[in-house]
């Protein structure tokens, strides 16, 4: 059975990151009332009492009467029809953990760009099979879009992903501000492993760069795993008619993680680069880099698959196997073109 989301549905967001505070904002434009779950007792504080998020995009003010932050999970899902996920990946299971109320009369929105660690599961995959949606109750929005740039109201575009072309339009409509642009796709298979693997080839550029590595090598290690990118999306997954491997939701998304000073997955990757430890760099960084758990679960999917993989398999090395950053690179050169 079909399920649509009626015009005027009411939208809750569970996270309060970076990529969160940033969708609460644009959301706050366009609708009355957001619900807002957040677990952290000082970020709920400041937003209750200042309308501020005091640990991501502190100059963002909201209007206190258009989002409604609390602690209580199922109260914000209850009053809600639309749930957008905007927590880290690595930590979806224990931010939903204490949910009772049923999401089998709402859509589920992921924003999350990242796997589920030990389930080996993308987002869309893990609602599946534990919450028990139907394909046409879960959608994805995305896109090369920093939240640091949205933040600013700089012109960002954003793809929303549905099986359903009726929903993605009603989606978009509460994401539609003059800043941000959007577009469709019915693509959730490839649009979601893209948002994973291109976390994976961001690390990837971070070793590159921390090992001194330059821009004529990059472009070639770049254009590889946009490459790669696209064989592992047609030769492990369904086919799909609207897929463009090409189109902002791949590749723009690939670019602006590889290149961007906002990049975690990059800095992640910097940081071992230029001689820190595995352990060393996680405990350096301030927030999540997706790609340390995406490499892991890419490796165990790409198991039964069996697609060549040359950059991701030497970033798993890397990240895992203990491997040398600067001999794994050097032996990945030999099979760029």
Known sequence: MDFKIMQGARCAVIGYGSW?????????ERACEVGWYVRNPEVLESLLAEGRNPRYLQDVEFDRARIRPSDDLNRVVDEADVILLAAPSAFLKSFLEPLTVSLKEKFVLSAIKGIVPDDYQTI??????R????????????GPSHAEEVALERLSYLTVVCPDPENARTLGEMFSTPYIKLSYSTDLYGVEY???????????VGLAVGLGYGDNFLAVLISNSAMEMSRFLNESGPDSDGRNTLASAYLGDL???CYSVFSRNRRLGLLIGR???VKGALAEMTMVAEGYYAADCIRHVNRKHKVEMPIADMVYEVLYRG???RKAMKALTTKLI
């Open 131 to 142: 919450y028990e949606l139907q394909p046409s109750q879960i959608g994805i929005i995305t």
């Open 124 to 129: 869309v995959e893990y609602l599946s099979s």
């Open 275 to 277: 001689g820190s430890s």
């Open 20 to 28: 969160a505070t940033a969708l609460v904002k644009v959301l706050t």
């Open 323 to 325: 491997a040398s950053a």
């Open 194 to 204: 893209a948002t994973v693997l291109k976390n994976i080839y961001a690390l990837a």
């Open 255 to 257: 670019l602006v993680t």
